[in-house]
T-cell receptor
Framework: EAQVTQNPRYLITVTGKKLTVTCSQNMNHEYMSWYRQDPGLGLRQIYYSMNVEVTDKGDVPEGYKVSRKEKRNFPLILESPSPNQTSLYFC??????????????????FGNGTRLTVT | SQQGEEDPQALSIQEGENATMNCSYKTSINNLQWYRQNSGRGLVHLILIRSNEREKHSGRLRVTLDTSKKSSSLLITASRAADTASYFCATAPTSGTYKYIFGTGTRLKVLA
C-alpha cells in the first residue's frame, strides 16, 4: 500500500532533549516536506527536499533540522526543543516538486501526523 | 505567509444539503488543490485543478477556478455526516518557490 509513515504518533518531551521524528515513503517520490499545524495558523512549511541531499528551508525553519540521505526517508530533528515547538507535525511527499513541471504537479501524500508536546 | 484564504472559516449544514467553500489566493499559480482533514489526522487529497481549467468534477465534488479573480470554490453536493472535516485549498505558485501554500481551512460540520 502506498503510504507515508510517520513515527511516533504522539510524543511528550522536556525542553532541551533532542528528538527525531521519522518519515518514510514507499512511492519513490522525489519531493518531501515537513509542516506544522497550529490552531488558526493553518499548515506552515518547515523544510522541504527536492531529492536526495537537496534540502531547503520553508517558512518556519528555526529550531529544526532535516536530512535526506535516502530517497525514502526524511527525518525531522529538533536539537533542543522548546515549548513553542509544541504542535501537530505532518510529513508529506509528492512525485514532483511544486513550482516545476508547469501545471502538471502531483498531489501531496500526507502521513498521519505526530502530536508533539514540549514541557 | 499563507496566501490561501478559505471562506467561511466554519460551516454547519444538514445532511443532504450542499456545502460550498471558497478559496482566494494572491499569486499566479500552476494548479490548485483541495484537501480534506479529519480531526487531527493527515490531509487527504481530493481534487486538483490546473490553471488552464475552469471546472472539474469528482463524484459529489465540483471545483471551479477563476484565475482572473484568483479564487476557487469547492462544492460538495448531497452532503453526508461523513463529510464532516476541515477542508483546505493549496496552491502551487508558478515560480519562485518550491512549495504548496495552504490556507487556514474551512471546518465543515454536517448534521445527521
Amino acid at each position: 500500500e502506498a503510504q507515508v509513515t510517520q513515527n511516533p504518533r504522539y510524543l511528550i518531551t522536556v525542553t532541551g532533549k533532542k528528538l527525531t521524528v521519522t518519515c518514510s515513503q514507499n512511492m519513490n517520490h522525489e519531493y518531501m516536506s515537513w509542516y506544522r499545524q497550529d490552531p488558526g495558523l493553518g499548515l506552515r512549511q518547515i523544510y522541504y527536499s527536492m531529492n536526495v541531499e537537496v534540502t531547503d528551508k520553508g517558512d518556519v525553519p528555526e529550531g529544526y533540522k532535516v536530512s535526506r540521505k535516502e530517497k525514502r526517508n526524511f527525518p525531522l530533528i529538533l536539537e533542543s526543543p522548546s515549548p513553542n515547538q509544541t504542535s501537530l507535525y505532518f510529513c508529506a511527499s509528492s512525485y514532483s516538486t511544486p513550482g516545476t513541471g508547469g501545471s502538471y504537479n502531483s498531489p501531496l501524500h500526507f502521513g498521519n501526523g505526530t502530536r508533539l508536546t514540549v514541557t | 505567509s499563507q496566501q490561501g484564504e478559505e471562506d467561511p472559516q466554519a460551516l454547519s449544514i444538514q445532511e443532504g444539503e450542499n456545502a460550498t467553500m471558497n478559496c482566494s489566493y494572491k499569486t499566479s499559480i500552476n494548479n490548485l488543490q483541495w484537501y480534506r482533514q479529519n480531526s487531527g489526522r493527515g490531509l487527504v487529497h481530493l481534487i486538483l485543478i490546473r490553471s488552464n481549467e475552469r471546472e472539474k468534477h469528482s463524484g459529489r465534488l465540483r471545483v471551479t477556478l477563476d484565475t482572473s479573480k484568483k479564487s476557487s470554490s469547492l462544492l460538495i453536493t448531497a452532503s453526508r455526516a461523513a463529510d464532516t472535516a476541515s477542508y483546505f485549498c493549496a496552491t502551487a505558485p508558478t515560480s519562485g518557490t518550491y512549495k504548496y501554500i495552504f490556507g487556514t481551512g474551512t471546518r465543515l460540520k454536517v448534521l445527521a
